[in-house]
C-alpha cells in the first residue's frame, strides 16, 4: 500500500469502493507503485461481494498528470520498456467484473486520459482538460486506446488527441463520449460517489449482465494493450524518447 493511493469503503455510500489519487505535489504523477495499489484493489472488488462498484477520483484541480517521467526516464536509461505494474493495472481496469466510475477535475493528462476510455461514466468539472502527449514524448498511444478511442469518438478526434496531441475541454470530452456529464468542480466528488452508489444499489447480477453485453469482447482490448506495449517498450528504448524525456525533466 503507499500512501498516494487511497483506497477506502466510504460508510455514506454503501457497496462503493473509493480509489483516490492522493499526490498533488507532484500532480497525482503514477508510479509503480501506485499502479500496484490500484491493481491490488479492482482485484480486490472482483471478488468481495461487498464491494459492487469502484470510483477513481483525483484531489482538487488534477486528476492525474499521468505517469510518473521519473519512471519513464529510469526505463529508458535501464533499457527496460515499460514497466509490468503498469500492464497489471490496465488488464485489471479492463477485465474488472464491476461498475468502474469516474471523477476528473482539472488535469488528465496521458494515462490520466486513456484510464475513462474503460470507465462506464465519467463526470468532469469545467476546468478540466484532457491531453495524451505521446507522440510530443516519441511515445505512442497506450491503454488499448489506439483501438478504443477511435470506436467511441471516430478517427478525427481520435487522431487529434492521440497522434496529434491537441488537448480536450471539458465539453469537447463529453461531446467526444469521452465524458458523461459536466459539473461545477465543487460537486465533482460528491456526484461521482453518488452515482457509484445508485449503480450499487442496483440488482447486481442484471447490472453485470447489461455491462458485459455492452462492453462487448474485453479480449480483443487486451490484445491491442498488448500490441501497443511491445511499440511502447521500443520507443521507451530510443534515443528520440530519452532526448524528449531529458528535455521535459529540464523544464
Known amino acids: 500500500m503507499t500512501d498516494h493511493i487511497i483506497v477506502e469503503q466510504p460508510s455514506a455510500h454503501p ?15 503514477i508510479t509503480r507503485a501506485m499502479y500496484r495499489t490500484m491493481a491490488d484493489a479492482l482485484h480486490v472488488a472482483n471478488t468481495d461481494p461487498g464491494i459492487r462498484a469502484t470510483a477513481l477520483l483525483g484531489t482538487e484541480g488534477c486528476f492525474s498528470a499521468g505517469n510518473d517521467m521519473n519512471d519513464f ?9 515499460l514497466e509490468q505494474e503498469i500492464l497489471d493495472f490496465l488488464y485489471a481496469l479492463v477485465n474488472a467484473d464491476k461498475p468502474v466510475v469516474s471523477g476528473v477535475d482539472g488535469l488528465a493528462i496521458g494515462i490520466g486520459t486513456t484510464i475513462h476510455l474503460h470507465c462506464d461514466l465519467t463526470i468532469a468539472s469545467s476546468r478540466s482538460q484532457f491531453r495524451t502527449p505521446f507522440v510530443d514524448l516519441a511515445l505512442v498511444p497506450e491503454a488499448g486506446s489506439s483501438l ?7 478517427h478525427q478526434r481520435a487522431f487529434a488527441m492521440l497522434a496529434a496531441g491537441e488537448g480536450f475541454s471539458a465539453e469537447e470530452a463529453r461531446e467526444a463520449g469521452l465524458v458523461w456529464k459536466v459539473v461545477e468542480p465543487d460537486e465533482v466528488d460528491t456526484l461521482t460517489l453518488a452515482l457509484a452508489a445508485k449503480l450499487a444499489a442496483k440488482p447486481p447480477e442484471a447490472l453485470r449482465i447489461a455491462r458485459d453485453l455492452i462492453r462487448g ?14 511499440y511502447f517498450s521500443a520507443r521507451l528504448k530510443s534515443a528520440e524518447a530519452r532526448a524528449a524525456f531529458e528535455a521535459f525533466m529540464r523544464r
Open 15 to 29: 457497496g462503493v469502493q473509493l480509489i483516490r489519487f492522493n499526490r498533488p505535489e507532484k500532480k497525482n504523477a
Open 148 to 154: 478504443v478511442a477511435p470506436r467511441l469518438m471516430g
Open 217 to 230: 469482447d474485453r479480449g480483443e482490448i487486451i490484445a491491442r494493450i498488448d500490441e501497443e506495449a511491445r
Open 73 to 81: 526516464l529510469a526505463a529508458a536509461m535501464g533499457g527496460r520498456g
